[in-house]
């Protein structure tokens, strides 16, 4: 119930973009595996081996810290709409954080709002399909923008502070280098 591609199709790219919600897992050679949903307009496939993802400012920072220490990457999608079908992605990530060189280059594919706080890019060395027929049949209706609201109520100056509080090691006390450049 399972095929194996080295890249992305066209068609699994179409499915990527319809999709509205994705996970991504990353876990650090040591402590805990993290698992995050994610959504809004954050994602991007640049090519059949790559994909770009910009990731917003919230409680943790567990995938930055893992990437530092293991570059492993996984993605995930799963049609709740239509027909059924699960989608992984596997791979090396690199962090792209505000100071960082490509930063410009990347907010030219996904602009950066308030609170964007670093991207990743996505090395895709495997990709798996399987059957997705036990997951529900849900009907979307909008995104939330609370977080947006957040992030801008407080400016770039807040969600830095924010940062420096809340952002700077893993759960399990990892660097995470969000502001090392």
């Not at 996970?23 to 809004?40: E, H, Y």
């Amino acid at each position: 119930m399972s095929d194996k591609y080295p890249a992305l199709s066209e068609d699994l790219a179409e499915f990527i973009k319809r999709q509205h919600l994705f996970f991504v897992a990353t876990a650090a050679k040591d402590g805990r595996v993290n698992l995050s949903p994610k959504g809004q307009e954050s994602l991007r496939v640049l090519g059949p081996n790559e994909i770009l993802w910009q990731n917003l400012t919230g409680s943790g920072n567990e995938s930055a810290a893992h990437i530092l220490d293991t570059n492993r990457m996984t993605i995930m999608w799963c049609s709740f709409e239509g027909l059924p079908r699960i989608l992984r992605v596997y791979g090396q990530a690199q962090t792209i954080h505000p100071n960082h060189s490509d930063w410009q280059s990347c907010v030219k594919h996904i602009p950066a709002p308030v609170g964007a706080r670093q991207y990743f890019k996505l090395k895709i060395d495997l990709v798996q399909t399987s059957c997705g027929y036990a997951v529900p049949l849900m009907e979307y209706q909008e995104d939330r923008d609370i977080l947006a609201q957040w992030s801008e109520k407080r400016g770039e100056d807040g969600v830095r502070k924010y940062w420096e509080e809340k952002n700077t090691t893993s759960i399990d006390g990892f660097p995470t280098g969000i502001l090392d450049q």
